[in-house]
Every structure is written in C-alpha cells, then in structure tokens.
C-alpha cells in the first residue's frame, strides 16, 4: 500500500511542487541523482569509471507534450555524447532515452517523431563508439517502444531495450529478443501496473525474472541483469556461468549498493551504473523510493538529521 502510494505521488504535480521546494530534500536526491546538468553528469562517469564499473546514462525527463522540449531532450543528449567523446569515456558509457522524452506521446505523429529523435541520438552514439538502450515506461507504452525498437536496429543493429519482468508478457517478449546482437536490460519494472497486465506479489515478479533470464541466457544475444536483489544476482551468476565474460553484464541504479556494485566489478565481471541527471528528477526519485522500504528510511532518517 506504501509503494502504491509513493508510485501515485509520482505523478502528482502538488506533492512534486511540495518536494521540490523543500530544500531538505536535495542533499538526500543527491545519493540518486548525479546532479543537474551535464557538468554533473561527466563528472560522476569519471568517477564510477575509475574502479572499473562501466555507465549508462540517463537525461531525465519523460511525458513530453512539447515538440520543442522534446527537440531539447535530443539535444541534450547530443551535447552529452560529445562531451563523452573528448573525455575519452565513449568506451565504457552509453545512454539511455525514454522515448516518452523524445515525442513519443506527442498528440500528432508521436511515435513518428520518437522514431526520429532516437534515430539522431543512436546516430551520434554510433559515431563516438558508443550505443543506446531504449528505456521501458509503463505498459501501455510496450508495444510502441519494441516496434521503435525493430526500426532503429535496421540501421543501429546495436540498440537495447529494457524488458520488465513484472509484466506477464515479458517471457515471450524476451523469447522475441533473445537472437544475436539483441541487447536486454531485465529489471522488475518501477511503475504502477494493473493486475490484469502484471504480477503483483513480489515472489511472483522474482520467479518471472528468473523464468525471463533463463530464456535470455540461452540465447543468442547479451543479457543485462539489472538488479540489486543478492538472490536474483547469484542466480544470473550462476545462469552465466557457460558463457564467456564479454557475453552479458551486470546493471545496478547509481547510490545503491555501491560497494557491491564495485565488488562485482572486482571480480571480474562486467558492472554498469545507472546515471541519472537533469532537473527533472522528480519522477525517478519517488519511484526509487517506492522500490526498496531501505530508500524511504534513509530519506525519512536523512530530513531527521538535517532538521
């Protein structure tokens, strides 16, 4: 019932108003969120790079009902792969783009203009030597997102997706992506889902990621388990353990496990950190907290404190 709540008021513009005045709360946003602009955001990938994890990198935003502002987010992401290209960091930081961001709810030609977006931005990552995995929303944007997806791999073959294992569809949606050169982010999936479309009991959505990653893993393409779960992370272990290092990765969100993520990274295995940054934060701050009671105790403990 508390995530149910935390998940509605991410949507709600009062309660975001509220949040965002409240100065007590920036220093705890900033465990989640790198920072506000692209400064930030090199900054931080220096940072995670230097112990040997890798980066994808997220510009926030998302809902955008705004032409022009969708025509920012790209060029947002444009200044931001260039500025990975001079640092020398295009080897081991992508990014990731909610389409939502770039158009794709736009009331004319929509998807046609997400299409467009993500096709600029895959093109610039592809001439810095990087790549770009389309983030999943809710499910009522599955369908326009994997069918984005099939386009810009006609020429992009390298562009990744996220799967959500919380949505009942997602086994097969994996049987469909599992070939050669398909890249798959598997997470548990952060929004609000009708039960009529997802698993609702947590041991439900955990036995539907390891159904999902089973299928991923014997596959053809790369498999990236994105999760912070110690279970479901021994079990990709295992899973992983006929296949060759290169061949899948590892993913965990920015400010959450760190010393794991540098552990797995230690041994060996492939560690992406997921970075966030912009001044639109709030949506994926509150969902961060509604995922895991940990990250609302530590934002309750934190105002305490600073009070």
């Known amino acids: 019932m508390f995530r149910t709540a935390l998940l509605a008021a991410s949507r709600s513009g009062a309660i975001r108003g ?3 005045r409240t100065p007590l709360t920036r220093p705890v946003v900033k ?4 920072g506000d602009d692209v400064d930030a955001a090199i900054a931080t990938t220096g940072e995670v790079l230097a112990d040997g994890r890798y980066v994808t990198l997220d510009h926030l935003g998302e809902d955008t009902r705004d032409a022009r502002q969708a025509d920012g987010t790209v060029e947002a ?3 931001l792969l260039r500025r990975l290209a001079d640092a020398g960091y ?7 783009v909610k389409l939502s961001a770039v158009g794709q709810f736009l009331p004319v030609d929509g ?4 299409l467009e977006n ?15 995995t389309l983030d999943m929303e809710d499910h009522t944007t599955t369908d326009s997102t994997l069918g984005i997806l099939r386009e810009l791999r006609v020429d992009f073959p390298w562009v990744g997706a996220v799967l959500q294992a919380y949505l009942k569809r ?5 049987r469909d992506l599992a070939h050669a050169g398909s890249r798959v982010r598997l997470c548990k999936g952060a ?6 479309v997802a698993f609702q009991d947590k041991a439900e959505v955990d036995r539907s990621y390891v159904r999902c990653l089973k299928v991923l893993m014997a596959g053809e393409g790369y498999p990236m388990i994105a999760s912070h779960d110690p279970r479901l992370i021994a079990i990709g272990h295992e899973l992983a353990s006929s296949r060759d290092a290169d061949t899948y990765e590892f993913q965990m969100l920015y400010g959450i496990r760190p010393d794991e993520q540098r552990r797995i990274a230690a041994a060996g295995n492939r560690m992406r950190v997921y970075v966030p940054y912009g001044d639109q934060w709030y949506g994926y701050f509150m969902r961060r907290l509604a995922e895991r009671p940990a990250n609302v105790a530590f934002f309750l403990r934190s105002l305490i404190t600073k009070g």
């Open 170 to 174: 997602t086994e097969q949606d994996c």
């Open 111 to 114: 998807e046609k203009i997400a």
């Open 18 to 20: 509220l949040v965002e």
């Open 191 to 196: 929004y609000k889902e009708p039960a009529t």
């Open 90 to 96: 295009a080897d081991r930081a992508e990014v990731s």
């Open 77 to 79: 992401y444009l200044e």
């Open 118 to 132: 993500a096709r600029r931005i895959s093109a610039a990552a592809g001439a810095v030597g990087t790549t770009v």
């Open 31 to 34: 465990r989640f969120i790198s």
